[in-house]
Each structure stands twice: as structure tokens, then as C-alpha cells.
């Protein structure tokens, strides 16, 4: 089982749609957890961390179950210019070492 | 702030070759990540430096591989030889104590083994 594990998608919206990403890991000790935004053949580019009562920047909220093991993006009136790779990442057996999902692929279409 | 610099931007090399990628973390981070990515794999750890020591490369090849740290601003990731299955982005990441901002990526290095 990998340690992270998210849908690669791609989900295909139209502009102004909600749409929500879910995660899994499996290492319970974890504590530190981020969505990250890749565009393409760009760096991975911090989008926000996520805390245990959740947390909502703008547009974007993060929700962490630590019962279940998951985490969720959810992106509200989707733009044009969040079409991206979004990447849920949990700290490893340090807290340090971050571990990467594959990523799940985001369209947003006119 | 600069970020975090990675050269060269892309290497193409021949098979055997000796592939050297240099990185600068940003000013008074002291945690230092190299990352591999591919379409297959995604991307891995390969090895983290705090204060200039290896604190994990688990995930790294070490017939082929070796990473350095030699001062608080300067690591460099050697490939030698490089084989076709090398061929990845390599990205270099730094990070602070204050750990809740996560890492800042470099723009990595795009290598290619013919």
C-alpha cells in the first residue's frame, strides 16, 4: 500500500464548479499535512497546510480526519488559472521527511 | 530572497557519463531535500541534509549515487554512471525549524540519459 494515495483523475469542470479532492495515508503518527499545486513541468508550489479543525484560504478549504486517515481540498468557483496538479502530502516516519501522493489532475474548462 | 536555485535547468547526457546537479538553499534554512520525479514514480525522496549532515537517504541508489553538502549554502547530487533510467526532474528543496510552511522547491533539473 503506498503511504499516500490520491485519485490521479483528471477531473474535467467547467469554470465556476466546486470540486473536491480526497487523500489517504497510512502512517496514523502522522502530524503535518499540506496540499501542494504542481503546474505542468513547474515546481511543486505550497497551496496551504492543513490543520486538525480545518482550514479555508480563500476559495479553498482543507479538512483533515485523522480517524480515517484522509484528507480533502475542497475548491469552490473554479477558475480557468486552477487548472493544475494538486498533491497531498504527509510528513513520514520524521517530521521532516514529507511524503508525496501522485497527485490528482484538475481541468477547468471555459 | 532568490529561493532555492538548482542548476543546470536541463542536462542531457550520454549513458555512463558523470551527471553532477548543484542546488543553494535558501538563507538560514537548515534542512535540504533532493526529490526525483517521473511519470511513473512521482516523487520520491531520495535524501535530506539537516545542517549539512545526511540525515536519510534510504531512498537513494548509493552505487550510483552520492550527495554532498559540503557548506550551508551549496549541495550537489552526483550521478555516475548515469543510465537511460535516470532520466527524471530532479528537484532540490529547503525548509526552516518552523516547519508548518512546508518546503520551497527549487525549479528543478531536467535529465536526460541517452
Known amino acids: 500500500r503506498k503511504e499516500v494515495e490520491q485519485d490521479p483523475g483528471p477531473f474535467n469542470v467547467p469554470e465556476g464548479a466546486t470540486v473536491a479532492f480526497n487523500c489517504t495515508y497510512s502512517n496514523s503518527a502522522s502530524q503535518s499535512f499540506f496540499w501542494y499545486r504542481q503546474d505542468c513541468r513547474k515546481e511543486p508550489k505550497l497551496l496551504m497546510s492543513v490543520y486538525s479543525s480545518g482550514n479555508e484560504d480563500g476559495r479553498f478549504t482543507a479538512q483533515l480526519n485523522r480517524a480515517s486517515q484522509y484528507i480533502s481540498l475542497l475548491i469552490r468557483d473554479s477558475k480557468l488559472s486552477d487548472s493544475a496538479t494538486y498533491l497531498c502530502?504527509?510528513?513520514?516516519?520524521?517530521?521532516?521527511?514529507?511524503?508525496f501522493g501522485s497527485g490528482t489532475r484538475l481541468l477547468v474548462r471555459p | 530572497d532568490a529561493g532555492v536555485i538548482q542548476s543546470p535547468r536541463h542536462e542531457v547526457t550520454e549513458m555512463g557519463q558523470e551527471v553532477t546537479l548543484r542546488c543553494k538553499p535558501i538563507?538560514?534554512?537548515?534542512?535540504l531535500f533532493w526529490y526525483r520525479q517521473t511519470m511513473m514514480q512521482g516523487l520520491e525522496l531520495l535524501v535530506y541534509f539537516n545542517n549539512k549532515a545526511v540525515m536519510d537517504d534510504s531512498g537513494m541508489p548509493k552505487d550510483r549515487f552520492s550527495a554532498k553538502m559540503p557548506n550551508a549554502s551549496f549541495s550537489t547530487l552526483k550521478i555516475q554512471p548515469s543510465e537511460p533510467r535516470d532520466s527524471a526532474v530532479y528537484f532540490c528543496?529547503?525548509?526552516?525549524?518552523?516547519?508548518?510552511?512546508?518546503?520551497?522547491f527549487g525549479s528543478g533539473t531536467r535529465l536526460t540519459v541517452v
Open positions: 528543496a529547503s525548509t526552516s525549524g518552523a516547519f508548518n510552511y512546508g518546503y520551497t
Open positions: 538563507s538560514g534554512h537548515d534542512y
Open positions: 502530502v504527509v510528513n513520514g516516519d520524521s517530521s521532516y521527511k514529507l511524503i
